[in-house]
């Protein structure tokens, strides 16, 4: 029998070195996607910027909770710590930004980390703000809500984004609405024919546990404001497309500066005119 | 649901990996580890899903770190399989 090997990735993913006296930038990434996504930016960042991606996914403590029903046995600002600590030692200057759940995380950090330490801005890419108002209760999460994220999902981790018509899986539940994204996926090219319902449901009751963890870690976590200025970048087809703000202007007293790029949650990770959007703001910040 | 053997789970998954592949059962080892196989991760969790249903129990996370390759994984299946089909 061959034996069990570690194969566990370093929490801090070096893309591309800064060449000397350029930025280093410095994205906490919360995982559904490979910490791969981010290849495109570290290529659309300007000649002799730096890219390193800090992979919450390296992080037991977090990742095993998406595969053991939702429930993290860490909190925010612990997770917060054991970025700060992957960072070190942290190449200056530098820009922090947090995509989905990792721009609550990047927050953390920025109150975690003395104030001679911290950059100028913090960039949240998509990311929902972790007030109150803008904190659900799991059962908020109806399966309407999710399985059009995860269809968002499904296409882009493969590379192939398709859409659900507007009223395909409306109030017909997991079990009958999940059949209708399998179609979709299969029609799309995302999924190979003939893959089981019950291979998709695994994947999606995994996609939906991740969720469920990234909400159970924020419900008990009261941020105080940033210390610094915020920019946010929304994607066309955010989580929550309707809203500007994504609920950060309480935390953020000393400015938020808001812009939008083409694509979904997911796929503003990678494609290039999101990129083109996005990767001037870190280099300016 | 009887127990499954060790022989029966191998040759399962030996022909749900080519498929996924797209290579001949013949052409996938018995004895590689699960990660250096070109499967990426939501393919190894359609996967699991899959065997999941087919062997009527849930896996734990930790079943493919400790049975890193089919033939350790079909050893333990088979196991697994026997002792629940006995307490049935």
Known sequence: MRPPRDRRPPVALEFRAAAAGRRTVYVVHPGALAAQVHRGLADALPEGDGLTVLDLGALDEYA????????????????????????????V??????????????????????????????????????????????????????????????GAKRGKPFGLGPDAIAGRGVDDGLPVVLDAAVAAGALLPGTPLPGLRKLYDTYVDG?????????????????????????????VPDDPTLGWTPLAPHGLTRYGCPGDHYTMLSRPDSLGVIAPLLHAA | MAAVTASEAETWLIEKIALRLGVAPGEVSREVYFDELDLDSTEALILAGELENWL?????????????????????????????????
């Open chain 2, 56 to 88: 009527g129990f849930e896996l734990s996370t930790t079943t493919l770190w400790y049975h890193p390759t089919i033939k350790d994984l079909a050893s333990y299946l088979a196991e697994e399989s026997d002792r629940r089909a006995t307490a049935a």
């Open chain 1, 93 to 154: 200057p530098y820009t922090l930004a947090g995509w989905s759940f990792g721009g609550v995380l990047a927050l953390a950090m920025t109150r975690a980390m003395p104030a001679e330490r911290r950059p100028e801005r913090l960039v949240l890419l998509d990311s929902i703000a972790p007030t109150e108002e803008y904190k659900q209760p799991d059962e908020a999460l109806e399966p309407d809500l999710l399985l059009g994220w995860f269809a968002m999902y499904l």
């Open chain 1, 211 to 239: 969720l469920l963890r990234n909400n159970r870690l924020t419900a008990p976590y009261r941020p105080d404001p940033a210390p610094l200025p915020l920019v946010l970048v929304q994607a066309e087809r955010s989580l």
């Open chain 1, 64 to 91: 095993q909770a998406a595969l053991n029903g939702g429930r993290a046995d860490t909190t925010v600002p612990a997770l917060a710590g054991r970025l700060l600590a992957a960072m070190e030692p942290v190449r």
